[in-house]
């Protein structure tokens, strides 16, 4: 029976340290990989397991109109297969679940490795609630639709004591702070988690008002946005 192997990334290219060891034992055991990004996994596996010969595995991309097909194929060699994210965990804010979901239909055994996730190290960071927590993805680009979602945002985290987490386009970082500060009330509690695992990781959590006060740049930088309750 065929073994799809869902393959953590690292989430910053230099925090390889932070996989566990069998996960290079599991890529060993895969001759076909689909990936979110071939340059950047080939250059991941590469860095773990440096007498990898790249070009003696199958790799297809994620996505593309001939992916399905090809997934379909592998399923029935026998061999294992392996999904790779271009950072964290398949199916967990990165693309794979679709793939994930026909390993299941087509009756494939499907082993999650442990990996780092970003949002789950946000939250364990944030001091916010984790036993009730919601992740929305993106938020709406458009602006009137973007601040009606962070005050929805903000009520939920309120009326429901729970937290909420969401993330950004790098580049839109910036813009995104400054509309949680001008929209969310000065006394909720708002969480950065930035570049986790990576040499400049920093998490903080105050409120509003305190972040008005001094404004990170978070330019090009991953983050993770958490919005809490009051104090």
């Known amino acids: 029976m065929t073994i799809v192997y869902l393959i953590p990334a690292p989430l910053h290219p230099e925090a390889t340290q932070v996989l566990p060891t069998y996960v290079m034992e599991a890529v060993k055991e895969c001759k076909v990989f689909f990936v979110e990004n071939e340059r950047t996994?080939?250059?991941?596996?590469?860095?773990?397991?440096?007498?990898?010969?790249?070009?003696?595995?199958?790799?297809?991309?994620?996505?593309?109109?001939?992916?399905?097909?090809?997934?379909l194929q592998s399923l029935q060699t026998n061999d294992a297969i392996g999904i790779v994210s271009e950072a964290g965990c398949p199916g967990v804010a990165d693309p794979g679940q679709e793939l994930i979901a026909l390993a299941h239909r087509h009756g494939a055994i499907v082993k999650p490795l442990v990996g780092p996730s970003s949002i789950?190290?946000?939250?364990?960071?944030?001091?916010?609630?984790?036993?009730?927590?919601?992740?929305?993805?993106?938020?709406?680009?458009e602006e009137k639709a973007r601040e009606k979602m962070i005050r929805q945002i903000e009520s939920a985290a309120k009326k429901e004591n729970t937290t909420q987490l969401f993330i950004e386009t790098p580049y839109r970082n910036n813009q995104l702070l400054a509309a949680l500060l001008q929209q969310l009330q000065p006394s909720t509690l708002l969480c950065l988690a930035v570049a986790l695992t990576?040499?400049?990781e920093w998490v903080r959590t105050q409120t509003v008002s305190e972040w008005k006060q001094q404004l990170p740049d978070l330019h090009k930088r991953p983050v993770i946005f958490l919005v809490l309750p009051d104090r």
């Open 41 to 71: 996994t080939r250059r991941y596996f590469k860095k773990c397991w440096k007498e990898m010969v790249i070009d003696e595995y199958s790799w297809h991309t994620i996505g593309e109109p001939a992916t399905t097909a090809a997934f």
């Open 120 to 141: 789950l190290l946000a939250l364990m960071a944030s001091g916010g609630n984790g036993q009730q927590f919601h992740f929305y993805g993106y938020l709406p680009i």
């Open 198 to 200: 990576g040499p400049a």
